[in-house]
């Protein structure tokens, strides 16, 4: 798909969230059950039209009052699904970045299919701080049927996040991958 130099898609989508955390931007119980279909229809070269299936899990598990929080993330994305080569680079499904694979730069991994898994035990020290050990792992795929266990890239690292009024502000974070000893991320929000 990079031999065109404009795409012209019309995306339809259908999404059904279930969302009971207890606070929308920072919550320290509840879970976030998500799935979607797209279907991009590429106006002027229908070979690069595409549909794509995602689902995501979010569970927050509190302990001690919530001071303590063990945070579980599943997501996987499916693309292609009747396996044409229809997908441009472009937007295959990535990992890496601060929110997948913290210890790899932004979209350092890609193809059609992903799988996400990610772990943080956060704790709150004072009413503006948040504090975070978490662990990542994932791989990207060409074939949906290679989406499993095995083979999987990881990190780890340690961060903090500022709390604001309507959830996490900003965050720190040191992540290390087989790559990257240290790597240092800045960013606003919060992983997930």
Do not use: C
């Amino acid at each position: 798909g990079l031999e065109l130099d404009q795409y012209k898609y019309v995306n339809s989508t259908a999404r059904a969230v279930f969302d009971w955390r207890s606070r929308l931007g920072y919550a320290g119980s509840g879970g976030l059950y998500r799935v979607q279909f797209d279907d991009f229809r590429e106006n002027d070269n229908d070979q690069y039209s595409y549909r794509s299936l995602e689902a995501e899990v979010v569970q927050l598990i509190p302990l001690l009052r919530a001071n303590w929080v063990i945070a579980l993330r599943g997501l996987s994305t499916i693309t292609d699904i009747e396996n044409t080569d229809a997908v441009p680079y472009f937007m295959l499904p990535a990992l890496g970045g601060g929110k997948t694979l913290r210890g790899y730069p932004d979209f350092r991994f890609r193809d059609r299919n992903r799988l996400l898994m990610n772990a943080e035990l956060r704790w709150t020290p004072a009413r503006f701080l948040d504090m975070a050990v978490f662990y990542d792992t994932g791989k990207v795929t060409a074939r949906k049927e290679d989406i499993n266990f095995e083979d999987l890239e990881d990190s780890y690292g340690i961060g903090m996040r500022f709390i604001g009024l309507k959830g996490y502000a900003f965050r720190v974070e040191v992540a290390h991958s087989r790559e990257h000893q240290a790597r240092l991320l800045v960013s606003a929000g919060g992983a997930f």
